[in-house]
Structures are given as C-alpha cells and as structure tokens.
C-alpha cells in the first residue's frame, strides 16, 4: 500500500479548497458566533411593562437593553415618544434622540435618582 493512504495521508495530501467552500465556511462560522434571540417569560414581559409604563409617567432616566441583528446594546436616557401603533419608542438621550423597537427591548432598569441630577 501506498505511503499516501497510510493513516492521515489521504488527507493530508489534499488541503485545497474550493472558494464555494470557503465562503460557506465563513457563513457558517459566522452563524455560531451569532446570539439568539432570549424567549422572555410571562414574569420578564410585566416587569418591562411596568418599568417602561412608570419611566413615561415620572419621566425618570432609564436603561433598556435592545436585542438587534445578533447583538445587544444598551440605551440609557428618557422617553420622549411611545408610538403604540408602530411598536417603537424614542428615547432621548446625551447622543441624540433613539428610536426603539418595544419587540426588540430584553431588559429594562430605571436609573437611580442621583444619576438623575447630572442630566
């Protein structure tokens, strides 16, 4: 038998590959790397509504956590507009003014008041 088939030999002496094949490689890994969405309970769901509910009507700063396109990001600042017919929110904030998908938002804290006084 050949030296070439011996163990890993087959193998070993065939590393090329297609660039077919190293672009589906490249997606592939990118979809491992890619986060899930999280399924937010029934408990999680009324905790969001009631943050976002009493930061609209005392006007308080909040943080919101949004989960868009694979990647979280935070949001801190106050609501200025609640869009119930498009689902979005515009939270303002010392970057500008930001607009939210409600869908989008995992998590929801409303900042201390003494974070409150440096606006």
């Known amino acids: 038998m050949s030296k070439r088939l011996q163990g890993n030999g087959l193998f070993e002496s ?39 509910g009493r930061a609209l009507r005392t006007k308080a700063r909040l943080a919101v956590t949004v989960f868009e396109g694979g990647e979280y990001r935070t949001v801190a600042g ?7 017919q498009s689902g979005r929110l515009l939270v303002s904030s010392r970057h500008g003014d930001v607009s939210v998908r409600v869908g989008d938002i995992v998590d929801a804290d409303i900042a201390d008041e003494a974070d409150d006084e440096d606006d």
């Open 14 to 52: 065939s590393r090329m590959m297609l660039p077919e094949h190293k672009e589906e490689y490249g997606r592939y890994r990118q979809r491992l790397s890619q986060k899930n969405r999280p399924d937010l309970d029934e408990q999680m769901r009324q905790h969001l509504s009631d943050t976002l």
């Open 78 to 84: 106050r609501i200025r507009k609640w869009d119930a």
